[in-house]
């Protein structure tokens, strides 16, 4: 079946830092890519996103490239700020499927000052 | 402001009873969908509805009922033969493939069993 897998945590960074967090998938269609994050005690809200192949998408300074050949959808950002410190799930959907999300675990990140 | 409702922020269950949470949404989106978050943990699908009066089971329904009467309400119901409620419940709605499928959620409702 199709699955994510996400890099583990936590990851703790000093402000200012290059932060990337891993994610591969696993699936049988043509999915859709998403990185979401979850402030604490809130729902989840969405990042990023790349529909096919080499798409880039990107917001807020955050970067992931969808990679067909290595099925990977990596999170990247230059300089992150205190503010960054939350979960992050990346997530796939097939786009001619039923539009069920398959999330990864979650990574959390903690941004020292 | 367009979005997704929750309701209650947090509830409390004791032995042996139902409890129903809330989810409506004023987006006009088709497709609504229930989650359980544990610690340490991805999302779960519960159940998801692509259509009113209509609902497929998602990964783990097993003790969770929902009905989908209106197209802004998809409410949940945790009842007694889910042994382990304790969890954060999110609710997701979604236009479909128009937006490359993307879910928005709610603020979720935190249960805790008395």
């Known amino acids: 079946g199709d699955s994510v897998t996400q890099m583990e945590g936590p990851v703790t960074l000093s402000e200012e830092a290059f932060l990337t967090i891993n994610c591969t998938y696993t699936?049988?269609?043509?999915?859709?890519l998403f990185w979401y994050v979850q402030y604490p005690g809130e729902g989840l809200q969405l990042l990023l996103k790349a529909t096919k192949a080499d798409d880039k998408g990107s917001n807020k300074g955050f970067e992931a490239t969808y990679r067909k050949e290595t099925t990977s959808f990596h999170l990247e950002k230059g300089s992150v700020q205190v503010s960054d410190s939350a979960v992050y799930f990346c997530a796939l959907t097939l786009y001619f499927g039923n539009e069920k999300l398959t999330f990864g675990t979650g990574t959390r990140l903690t941004i020292i000052p | 402001d367009g979005g997704i409702t929750q309701s209650p922020k947090y509830l409390f269950r004791k032995e042996g009873q139902n409890v129903t949470l809330s989810c409506e949404q004023n987006l006009n989106h088709d497709a609504m969908y229930w989650y359980r978050q544990d610690p340490g943990q991805g999302l779960r699908l519960i159940y998801y509805?692509?259509?009113?009066?209509?609902?497929q089971k998602g990964d783990i329904a097993e003790g969770y009922s929902v009905s989908r009467e209106k197209k802004e309400s998809f409410p949940l119901t945790v009842t007694s033969a889910q042994k382990n409620p304790t969890a954060f419940y999110l609710c997701?709605?979604?236009?479909?493939?128009?937006?490359?499928?993307?879910?928005?959620f709610g603020a979720g409702t935190r249960l805790s069993v008395l």
């Open positions: 509805s692509q259509i009113v009066n209509d609902f």
């Open positions: 699936a049988t269609g043509y999915p859709s």
């Open positions: 997701a709605s979604s236009p479909g493939t128009s937006e490359g499928n993307i879910q928005y």
